[in-house]
């Protein structure tokens, strides 16, 4: 059940309650692609960072270490031992991700695994069988992501099948959730929006999967390839077309600039892979942009990576230290960049929620790309 809170403009404040769990959003999911945070961060450790929702993958856990065995440990949650919510991604970006490895039916597509090749079949009954196995919160629907300079001529067919895919999601969802012996029975199912950057084409389907009445809507196959404005030029015109009163997630995005700017734009759940893939890589965000601690000017700097912050790395730890971790090849140097990372994008969505609660959000919005910009 989503509750709509409060409004700034377009930009909204709300809760969605779930069967594990409260989710305040606007919000950002961190990504566990495999069950785990790349980096060495475990489940105790998002309980300090504040973390309210992790992203783990139909895709990957199926081919390794497999639903199946996941099932038969009392699901994800348990096999994880984290007790609060957990989306899991479909399998359809690896439609997109692994091209050179599949081909795309009606009934569905066929991969060859990225791991020792052999083929796996997965279509919308498949996925949702592999989400019900792992017993996920929330499980999204199997979709085709055109590319997004792919022509009219492929994008339309391509986001007619992902409709008429996710209707069959529903109908197997259904029917999963009506066994006696599903791990969870209240499994929430989202939609996804496509159309490349088709504007007409994003519209018409928008407003065809929201007669659905699904508990969640998500905008898929952006940020792969386009500039941020034409990003920005898609959410404009398609937000406005599904349920102002249902969640509305922005699929694999992104920066911080780009999470302030579509949550002014309507949208509220939000997953990226860039504060623990560029923490793994030194770089760290704070709200004057981001830093790259392996520069040489912070060898002697006594600063926490951002003073003021309040997650365990900046209270216990100087920018000195921790470059000299990275550069000694120490697996806690990355550890403590993802750690602050992480706290920093689930505080920057608290300090969103505040600013919308206080209908002062256009001016956060303004005030914070103009310090990561200075």
Not at 100 to 117: A, C, M, P, W
Not at 275 to 304: C, I, M, W
Request: glycine share 8%; proline share 4%; with cysteine.
């Amino acid at each position: 059940m989503y509750e709509l809170l409060s409004k700034d403009g377009r930009a909204k404040r709300g809760r969605l309650s779930t069967v594990h769990g409260v989710i305040e959003t606007p919000v950002f999911m961190n990504v566990g692609t495999v069950a785990a945070i790349k980096g060495a961060v475990s489940s105790p450790d998002l309980y300090e960072l504040g973390t309210q929702v992790e992203l783990c993958n139909t895709y990957h856990l199926h081919v390794r270490t497999g639903d199946e065995k996941i099932r038969s440990l009392g699901g994800l949650h348990k096999f994880m031992n984290w007790n609060r919510p957990i989306l899991t991604d479909s399998g359809g970006f690896q439609v997109f991700s692994l091209s050179d490895l599949r081909k795309i039916k009606e009934e569905g597509v066929t991969f060859r695994s990225h791991i020792d090749g052999h083929k796996i079949f997965m279509g919308p009954e498949e996925s949702m069988q592999i989400q019900s196995n792992l017993g996920s919160t929330i499980a999204m629907a199997f979709d085709e992501c055109p590319n997004s300079k792919a022509s009219r001529d492929y994008v339309l067919p391509s986001v007619e099948r992902t409709t008429r895919w996710l209707k069959r999601c529903k109908i197997k969802m259904d029917r999963l959730n009506s066994l006696p012996d599903t791990i969870n029975r209240e499994q929430m199912l989202f939609g996804i929006n496509q159309g490349a950057l088709f504007e007409d084409i994003r519209i018409a389907q928008a407003e065809e999967i929201s007669e659905m009445d699904l508990p969640g809507y998500a905008i898929g196959g952006l940020a792969v390839g386009e500039t941020h404005e034409e990003m920005y030029r898609i959410l404009d015109v398609t937000v406005p077309h599904l349920p102002e009163d249902k969640p509305t997630y922005l699929m694999g995005v992104g920066t911080p600039e780009n999470i302030v700017e579509a949550v002014y734009r309507g949208v509220d759940f939000f997953d990226c892979v860039y504060p623990t893939r560029n923490g793994r890589h030194g770089h760290v965000y704070t709200h004057q942009g981001k830093l790259n601690l392996f520069n040489a000017k912070y060898e002697l700097d006594s600063k926490p990576i951002e003073e003021g912050c309040m997650c365990p790395v900046c209270r216990n730890h100087s920018r000195a230290y921790i470059r000299h971790l990275l550069k000694a090849g120490e697996m806690l140097g990355m550890r403590l960049c993802v750690m602050h990372n992480l706290y920093f994008y689930n505080h920057l969505m608290e300090e969103i929620r505040t600013a919308i609660e206080e209908q002062r959000f256009s001016a956060f919005r303004n005030d914070f790309i103009a310090g990561c910009t200075t």
